[in-house]
């Protein structure tokens, strides 16, 4: 998706600033639509300069409105993994 593009699906969200933030940083670390990103809340909100309650606050109305899909993980163990958010 180009720039153009993500720009007009965003200015028609019905989200904060803060969440078309989050959800640029996300599309460029991902590489573009349909791609996945593992990182923790915290890392997100240490690399975007933002509270890590911002972060994950921003994460859940991102969902709510269909952009992204947030997917627990867990390692064999049953450890709890970074969550991974897939861009829809």
Not at 8 to 26: D, F, G, I, T
Not at 39 to 54: F, I
């Amino acid at each position: 998706m180009n720039d153009l593009a993500r720009y007009k699906l965003l200015a028609k969200a019905k989200v904060p600033p803060a969440a078309k933030l989050l959800y640029n940083y996300l599309m460029d670390r991902a590489g573009g639509r349909h791609s996945c990103v593992l990182l923790s809340g915290k890392k997100l909100a240490l690399e975007m300069g933002v509270s890590p309650s911002t972060v994950r606050r921003n994460l859940y109305r991102l969902q709510r409105i269909g952009l992204l899909r947030i997917t627990a993980r867990y390692s064999e163990e049953g450890i709890r993994l970074t969550n991974q958010i897939t861009l829809l």
